[in-house]
Nanobody, 120 residues
Framework: QVQLVESGGGLVQPGGSLRLSCAAS????????MGWYRKAPGKERELVAA???????NYADSVKGRFTISRDNAKNTVYLQMNSLKPEDTAVYYC??????????????WGQGTQVTVSS
């Protein structure tokens, strides 16, 4: 069973920083993409950042220059460093794992989510 465990969410003031972590377990994969999505009340889930084993990163325009995704392959862990946080960043942040085999997606897994609240 694939499991994703997020941590690091919380309450922070505007302009502050948080670092989210997501540890994946439950299997070994030939290829994977790990990333972060978020869901704010009344809004659709959106991609925040993703980081593949090939080193390709992708960021939402709204977070470019403020958020940085990184990884520790030995720990099967992906991080999201969030700086200069804004109230509009308030959302539940979800870790996502996509598993690929020969370039074809074979699995799509989600963590339980961690709440990030940016408020003064």
């Amino acid at each position: 069973q694939v499991q994703l465990v997020e941590s690091g969410g919380g309450l922070v003031q505007p302009g502050g920083s948080l670092r989210l972590s997501c540890a994946a377990s439950g299997g070994i994969f030939s290829s994977k993409v790990m990333g972060w999505y978020r869901k704010a009340p009344g809004k659709e889930r959106e991609l925040v950042a993703a980081f593949s084993s090939g080193g390709i990163t992708n960021y939402a325009d709204s977070v470019k220059g403020r958020f940085t995704i990184s990884r520790d392959n030995a720990k099967n862990t992906v991080y999201l460093q969030m700086n200069s946080l804004k109230p509009e960043d308030t959302a539940v942040y979800y870790c996502n794992l996509k598993i690929y085999e020969l370039g074809v997606r074979k699995g799509d897994y989600w963590g339980q989510g961690t709440q990030v609240t940016v408020s003064s």
